[in-house]
């Protein structure tokens, strides 16, 4: 077998998306902000419209610096998403409600379930916050071209954060950067 190409967040999101597209998720975005506030490394919504967030760390460096900001005092974007995933159930009820009440509010249902997404080693034993899964990247001795001979292996699976369905405008979200991808791409060429 050939030498494996060095692990990118571009390969780990074919990875992600091919996961996706194999349990039938219906939209699958890499790099996609406003669906639940920060940017998802990839955003995925269900036929049934529940919400996958991937967050992606190729480095022990990378993961560390995630893992400052989401324990620390400063209330970045890391921070802030942190922050609603352990309150997730809450907030998505208290959004469904304002919402069903004709609330054209800014709320956001947040993702149902929260998957980080690393090589073998880089998240250490209670690392993970409790709010998480984990899918690691190993090589994959029957690879192919669409997984890079690399392949997913879950080592936990993410808890379900709530049962509220993801809404119309998160939907539209996904849609939209499904769009501006494809006109980016086209554009380039």
């Not at 304002?98 to 073998?120: D, E, I």
């Not at 879950?154 to 369905?165: F, I, M, N």
């Amino acid at each position: 077998m050939s030498e494996l190409p060095a692990l990118t967040e571009a390969i780990v999101q074919d990875l992600v998306y091919a996961s996706c597209k194999t349990s039938k998720h219906e939209i699958t975005v890499p790099n996609c902000g406003s669906v639940w506030g920060p940017e998802a490394d990839v955003a995925s919504i269900t036929k049934s419209r529940l919400g996958h967030a991937y967050e992606i760390k190729v480095s022990r460096s990378d993961w560390l610096s995630e893992l400052r900001q989401i324990r620390g005092d400063s209330q970045t974007a890391k921070w802030w998403r942190a922050h609603v995933l352990a309150n997730a159930k809450e907030r998505a009820e208290e959004t469904a409600k304002m919402h069903a009440a004709g609330s054209n509010c800014c709320g956001l249902v947040p993702p149902n379930y929260f998957w980080m997404v690393t090589a073998p080693g880089i998240v250490q034993e209670g690392e993970l916050p409790d709010y998480a899964g984990l899918l690691e990247v190993v090589p994959y001795r029957f690879g192919n071209v669409k997984s890079h001979g690399y392949m997913l292996r879950q080592v936990k699976a993410a808890p379900r954060l709530h049962r509220v369905k993801q809404l119309d405008n998160q939907v539209m979200a996904l849609a939209r950067g499904v769009t501006l991808r494809y006109w980016q791409m086209r554009g380039a060429a």
